[in-house]
C-alpha cells in the first residue's frame, strides 16, 4: 500500500543473460592451514558482454564443496561464508576443494543433465599441516 503522501516513481532495470567462460579460484590466504584453522577462497567468473571482456567475483554465487567434510567444511551461499573453508579435524592431510558455476535454470518443463556442459568447475587442494613449534629462547 502506497504512502498517498509519497510520489512514487519507476526504477528501470536492465537484465543481462551471459554464460560465463571461465571460472578461477584464487586463495587469499594461501591454500595451507593448520589443523581448526581457516582460510578464503575467491570464485571469479570471466565473460563477454558487448565485445568487452569482464571478471566479477562470483563467490556467493558458486557451490563449494569439499571431498572430506570429516576434515574440512566450506562455506556457501550469499552470506559472508562463502568461499571460507574451516579445518574440523586436528588431523593433517591434504583435501580438494571443487567450485562449481551452474549455468542455466531449471524448470518444471525441461531436464537437465547433472554434468551439464554450459557448467564450469574447477579443483584446487587445501593443505592441513600441523603448526611448526616455535624454538624455545
Not at 579445518?87 to 518443463?109: I, K, R, Y
Amino acid at each position: 500500500v502506497a504512502d498517498p503522501g509519497i510520489a512514487a516513481a519507476p526504477l528501470p532495470v536492465t537484465v543481462r543473460n551471459v554464460l560465463f567462460d571461465d571460472l578461477q579460484i584464487e586463495a587469499v590466504d594461501g591454500q595451507t592451514i593448520e589443523p581448526r584453522g581457516r582460510t578464503d577462497f575467491i570464485a571469479r567468473g570471466t565473460y563477454t558482454f558487448e565485445g568487452v571482456v569482464r571478471t566479477q567475483d562470483i563467490s556467493r554465487h558458486v557451490s563449494w564443496v569439499s571431498s572430506d567434510t570429516t576434515k574440512l567444511i566450506a562455506g556457501n551461499g550469499i552470506n559472508s561464508d562463502a568461499g571460507t573453508v574451516l579445518s574440523v579435524s586436528d588431523e593433517p592431510g591434504t583435501v580438494t576443494l571443487t567450485t562449481t558455476l551452474v549455468q542455466g535454470v531449471l524448470d518444471s518443463s525441461t531436464t537437465r543433465p547433472v554434468d551439464d556442459p554450459d557448467d564450469l568447475v574447477r579443483t584446487t587442494t587445501v593443505n592441513i599441516v600441523e603448526a611448526e613449534e616455535e624454538p624455545a629462547p
